[in-house]
């Protein structure tokens, strides 16, 4: 059974550049969640697909945006950085409404 | 809407010393929780979760936690911790009736275990 898979591990980018971060779900899971962790800061939530359709959304502003692919792989899109977007993003994956989610190592943005 | 407190953000403990990390959360419906280890530089891994049932919940490398609906408290407890133990802990909530678990987590504790 493989687990979750994030890539790239490390990125840097320019403020108002565009980033895609990528995850492949854990195998037999059709839930993919992802999460923005700023430093010295719990996990928010940005926003959870199922089955390839946006099934809730955080308090994150549309120029987040994601897509979730037939194999259940998964896409967080980012328009137009800011500083404040460093963060460390966590891809987690699941399946079923009381099973809990399984997460990546993580994809650290810095914004410069 | 549901939210979580941790009330320490850095517990410093002994090894083989006992330790409880507290969590409350506030939410107007039924919820799950959560609690995670995030070592550094690593996702998070799941500990353990009460879903329904016993109140006293058990989880992997030795950790329980207790759920107390009239406090809503989640607190995480390890009868004898080992430096292996130093990480960061989350506790997290979702609401029962949402799909997928989408999770509102807590600010974390850094748990510092000391020889």
């Known amino acids: 059974e493989t687990g979750v898979t994030q890539s790239p591990t490390h990125l840097i980018k320019t403020r108002g550049q565009q980033v895609t971060l990528r995850c492949s779900s854990q195998?037999?899971?059709?839930?993919v969640s992802w999460y923005q962790q700023a430093l010295g800061q719990g996990p928010q939530f940005i926003f959870q697909?199922?089955?390839?359709?946006?099934?809730g959304r955080g308090n994150f502003p549309p120029r987040f945006s994601g897509l979730q692919f037939p194999n259940y792989s998964s896409e967080l899109n980012v328009n137009a950085l800011e500083l404040d977007d460093s963060a460390l993003y966590l891809c987690?994956?699941?399946?079923?409404?009381?099973?809990?989610?399984?997460f990546g190592n993580g994809t650290r943005l810095t914004v410069t | 809407a549901q939210s979580v407190t941790q009330l320490d953000s850095q517990v410093p403990v002994f090894e083989e010393a006992p330790v409880e990390l507290r969590c409350n959360y506030s939410?107007?419906?039924?919820?799950?929780l959560f609690w995670y280890v995030q070592y550094p530089n690593q996702g998070l891994q799941l500990l353990l979760k009460?879903?329904?049932?016993?109140?006293l919940v058990k989880g992997i490398n030795g950790f329980e936690a207790e759920f107390n609906k009239s406090q809503t408290s989640f607190h995480l407890r390890k009868p004898s911790v080992h430096i292996s133990d130093t990480a960061e802990y989350f506790c997290?909530?979702?609401?029962?009736?949402?799909?997928?678990?989408?999770?509102?987590f807590g600010a974390g504790t850094i748990l510092r275990v000391k020889s």
């Open positions: 939410s107007s419906v039924s919820v799950y």
């Open positions: 195998s037999g899971h059709n839930t």
């Open positions: 997290a909530v979702s609401a029962t009736g949402e799909y997928g678990n989408k999770l509102v």
């Open positions: 987690a994956s699941g399946q079923g409404r009381v099973s809990p989610l399984h």
């Open positions: 697909y199922y089955r390839e359709e946006e099934n």
């Open positions: 009460y879903l329904s049932g016993s109140t």
